[in-house]
């Protein structure tokens, strides 16, 4: 049965295109033009997935309501943000009310499926026990491969897919340096520099803001990044 996906986007040719774009791709797409439209559908029907644009019609931040009202009735549902506001604060704020993940408009149809599936495969794996040879501790970290959950003394690090895949490709090789076109290919995106730098400083604001003496990524400069052995 495919997996339902929604699009909350209220540019109409923008919304036809990826909805026939990710119809091509097996999945079932709905799309709405509005914050209303979307709650009215999805308190018949939530669907699997839900894409988000920040501006709604005459609403500048509709989709962050949006965002804000689904993970409080759907604290598990994968969100995931895709607009052309994509500076630090408009992430952060995102990412702050429970989104998964935040790409720009930009981004390609393969980084986007990529992101989808990714996160449906998340919510698979947190239906499945833990397997022992999935986890990786240390000190007071641990992550969850299969689940792509990250914990910082026994408390959740909301981290998006993008910034999972950070953050495993720095543990697993702990005193290591990566540079940064390693951490792209691991997580699967295509960013300039100074994108994949903005992505570190919220993963550091993250930990920080469950552990304020938290300090075990290393900036090298001119190589990249390293997690603290």
């Known amino acids: ?65 949006l965002c804000r009202t689904l993970r409080t009735q759907a604290p598990t549902l994968p969100i995931l943000f895709l607009t052309a506001r994509d500076s630090d604060f408009d992430v952060i704020s995102g990412l702050r009310l429970g989104a998964d ?17 990714a996160l449906l495969r998340r919510m698979e794996a947190l239906r499945q026990p833990v397997a022992a040879d999935s986890i990786f501790a240390q000190g ?23 910034e999972f895949w950070m953050v495993h490709t720095l543990v697993r090789f702990p005193g290591h340096v990566k540079s940064r076109d390693q951490l792209m ?16 400083k919220r993963i550091r604001k993250k930990f920080i803001a469950i552990d304020p003496a938290f300090d075990a990524i290393d900036t090298v400069h001119g190589a990249g990044y390293r997690w603290k052995a």
């Open 101 to 117: 993940d935040y790409l720009a408009k930009d981004v390609s149809l393969h980084q986007l499926a990529a992101r989808i599936n």
């Open 140 to 162: 007071l970290l641990k992550l969850e491969t299969e689940r792509m959950r990250v914990t910082w003394n026994s408390i959740d690090v909301p981290l998006t897919v993008t």
């Open 185 to 200: 290919r691991d997580a699967q995106v295509v960013v300039d520099d100074a994108t994949i730098t903005s992505h570190i």
């Open 1 to 65: 049965m495919p997996r339902h996906i929604a699009i909350v986007e209220d540019e109409p040719l923008i919304r036809a295109n990826y909805v026939e774009a990710l119809t091509r791709l097996g999945f079932e797409v709905r799309g709405y033009a509005s914050r209303a439209d979307a709650q009215t559908a999805f308190a018949q029907r939530m669907p699997d997935l839900v894409i988000i644009d920040v501006g709604l019609g005459d609403e500048p931040e509709g989709g962050f309501e």
